[in-house]
């Protein structure tokens, strides 16, 4: 049978979700702010059917974080978009223990906003996904129509990257400071590892204009893409297996070495896969807008990346904070690396914090 939910179908999964999606969208429907809404949709894994199950002893449990989109009419006001973030802001905090994953609902936007960004990944993966939980779902279809000239667009992607590579860097320096790992620990440093190897994945299909909406549509494209230039094509593809499966099920019981060896490997492909990037968009420029915005957030940066030291010429002259970012967090990952102090990891993650 298959799931609306997750990869594998579990009967006890499917009616948990069932439930929960009834109460969030009765709950909705009951609120105040009902009125200024024109759509609620659940987005993420579950969103798409890829969410994982996470299997205990005894039973079987959810493991993603359940994320909302919440579309407001376009007539609202600014302090009704607040009323209705404050009313989420609540319901999630209501809601979690029912489901014990992180329930989060975006900011509310209003519909024309969306509407406009669908070369936006998570708004495009939104209208694809099309799974609308309060709202008229035709009138949804109607409004977010994807079609060919929808493409990701080129800062989607450096985003993407920055934030798997800043990942990375987290879960890295869990490990260093951490003589013994707890579940906790494993988890969060486990699903940052395959965060980054699916990621790569979506880097390569960016490139060539097909990024798929499904994760067995990615899977299949990799699988049977010819070799990418200075790139272990095959050590990739089973990685990316890999990092599928952990999608489906994920297992997350490793030592600290094996931890720091994935680690290590997670972050050599992805850097493999933003210099190919790199390399496939280096004729494109950015728009004189796009520059501007850029110098004026690396001129508010600038205190912060410069106390951390660094001496590459690539580094200091690159004039997109997102990449200078991206070639920072590889830098962490040297052999006998200096960066790695807590002060430095806890400068790096204000940066992030600020461009994510």
Same mark, same amino acid.
């Given at each position: 049978?298959?799931?609306?939910?997750?990869?594998?179908?579990?009967?006890?999964?499917?009616?948990?979700?069932?439930?929960?999606?009834?109460?969030?969208?009765?709950?909705?429907?009951?609120?105040?702010?009902?009125? @200024?809404?024109?759509?609620?949709?659940?987005?993420?894994?579950?969103?798409?059917?890829?969410?994982?199950?996470?299997?205990?002893?005894?039973?079987?449990?959810? @493991?993603?974080?359940?994320?909302?989109? #919440?579309?407001? =009419?376009?007539?609202?006001?600014?302090?009704?978009?607040?009323?209705?973030?404050?009313?989420?802001?609540?319901?999630?905090?209501?809601?979690?223990?029912?489901?014990?994953?992180? #329930?989060?609902?975006?900011?509310?936007?209003?519909?024309?906003? +969306?509407?406009?960004?669908?070369? #936006?990944?998570?708004?495009?993966?939104?209208?694809?996904?099309?799974? #609308?939980?309060?709202?008229?779902?035709?009138?949804?279809?109607?409004?977010?129509?994807?079609?060919?000239?929808?493409?990701?667009?080129?800062?989607?992607?450096?985003?993407?990257?920055?934030?798997?590579?800043?990942?990375?860097?987290? +879960?890295?320096? /869990?490990?260093?400071?951490?003589?013994?790992?707890?579940?906790?620990?494993?988890? %969060?440093?486990? =699903?940052? $590892?395959?965060?980054?190897?699916?990621?790569?994945?979506?880097?390569?299909? +960016? *490139?060539?204009?097909?990024? !798929?909406?499904?994760?067995?549509?990615?899977?299949?494209?990799?699988?049977?893409?010819?070799?990418?230039?200075?790139?272990?094509?095959?050590?990739?593809? *089973?990685?990316?297996?890999?990092?599928?499966?952990?999608?489906?099920? !994920?297992?997350?019981? %490793?030592?600290?070495?094996?931890?720091?060896?994935?680690? =290590?490997?997670?972050? =050599? $492909?992805?850097?493999?896969? %933003?210099?190919?990037?790199?390399?496939?968009?280096?004729? *494109?420029?950015?728009?004189?807008?796009? /520059?501007?915005?850029?110098?004026?957030?690396?001129?508010?940066?600038?205190?912060?990346?410069?106390?951390?030291?660094?001496?590459?010429?690539?580094?200091?002259?690159?004039?997109? !904070? /997102?990449?200078?970012?991206? &070639?920072?967090?590889?830098?962490? &990952?040297?052999?006998?690396?200096?960066?790695?102090? !807590?002060?430095? %990891?806890?400068?790096?993650?204000?940066?992030?914090?600020?461009?994510?």
């Amino acid at each position: 049978m298959k799931s609306k939910y997750t990869f594998i179908y579990n009967a006890q999964i499917e009616a948990l979700l069932d439930s929960f999606i009834t109460t969030v969208s009765k709950k909705i429907s009951e609120s105040s702010v009902a009125k @200024y809404l024109e759509f609620v949709v659940l987005g993420g894994g579950y969103g798409r059917g890829e969410g994982g199950i996470l299997q205990t002893e005894n039973s079987y449990k959810l @493991y993603n974080d359940l994320d909302f989109f #919440v579309l407001a =009419r376009n007539n609202v006001s600014k302090a009704q978009l607040n009323e209705i973030n404050t009313f989420f802001d609540n319901l999630s905090k209501l809601l979690e223990p029912l489901v014990e994953i992180d #329930v989060d609902f975006s900011k509310a936007v209003k519909v024309s906003y +969306a509407q406009k960004r669908l070369n #936006v990944m998570a708004w495009l993966e939104m209208a694809l996904g099309a799974n #609308v939980i309060f709202g008229d779902n035709q009138k949804f279809k109607e409004i977010f129509t994807v079609n060919k000239d929808n493409k990701i667009l080129r800062s989607e992607i450096v985003k993407l990257t920055m934030n798997r590579f800043s990942g990375l860097v987290f +879960a890295y320096e /869990r490990l260093l400071s951490k003589q013994d790992l707890s579940i906790a620990d494993k988890d %969060f440093i486990a =699903r940052n $590892i395959n965060k980054a190897i699916l990621s790569t994945g979506d880097i390569y299909l +960016a *490139c060539k204009d097909n990024l !798929p909406f499904k994760t067995a549509d990615r899977l299949n494209i990799i699988e049977n893409m010819s070799n990418i230039e200075h790139t272990n094509w095959q050590e990739f593809v *089973c990685l990316y297996k890999s990092a599928v499966e952990f999608k489906m099920s !994920p297992k997350i019981d %490793f030592t600290k070495q094996e931890f720091e060896k994935r680690i =290590r490997l997670s972050q =050599r $492909i992805l850097d493999k896969a %933003f210099r190919y990037f790199k390399f496939f968009h280096s004729n *494109c420029e950015h728009s004189i807008l796009r /520059r501007i915005k850029d110098f004026i957030i690396l001129l508010k940066l600038s205190k912060l990346f410069e106390t951390i030291p660094l001496d590459y010429e690539f580094y200091k002259k690159s004039v997109n !904070p /997102r990449e200078k970012l991206i &070639f920072l967090a590889s830098a962490f &990952f040297e052999k006998n690396s200096e960066l790695k102090t !807590p002060k430095n %990891f806890s400068t790096y993650k204000k940066i992030w914090e600020r461009l994510a």
